[in-house]
């Protein structure tokens, strides 16, 4: 049985499109921590048994649902590299191939932020674009 943080981890990892630290930082007290040590305790969270059996369990539930797996997923970006290589077509290739690289963990989108303590919630479109920017009191 997982605990509340280890739920909340799982969850804000999906929300996260798979960024453990991020999921890591909201699920736990991570406000003083290095950005290494962050990243050592979400991997080892990943690893830890029933969160990795939890995060299987919804992987397998999206995939049933919608019928697409992330293995198709992935063949799929590839397959539109190539295309769009083979067309002389290098933007949409190396986006196709950034897009593989994010979905498969490869890359960390960081964010800093200096000034106020006032937190600032961004939300990222699925498109990339960035959306309403807003003040929390």
């Known amino acids: 049985m997982l605990t509340p943080k280890q739920e909340r981890f799982v969850l804000e990892y999906g929300r996260f499109d798979g960024d453990a630290s991020k999921a890591y930082r909201a699920a736990y007290d991570a406000g003083g921590m290095k950005a290494e040590t962050v990243h050592k305790r979400a991997s080892e969270l990943l690893q830890h048994g029933e969160v990795a059996g939890r995060l299987a369990s919804i992987r397998a539930k999206v995939e049933a649902k919608t019928n697409y797996t992330l293995e198709q997923h992935l063949e799929r970006l590839a397959q539109l590299s190539e295309s769009a290589e083979q ?43 960035v959306g309403g920017n807003r003040e929390e009191v």
């Open 87 to 129: 067309a002389g077509q290098y933007g949409p290739s190396v986006k196709a191939e950034e897009l593989r690289g994010k979905v498969s963990g490869f890359y960390v989108e960081r964010v800093e932020h200096s000034g106020s303590d006032v937190p600032v919630v961004v939300t990222f479109k699925v498109d990339g674009s």
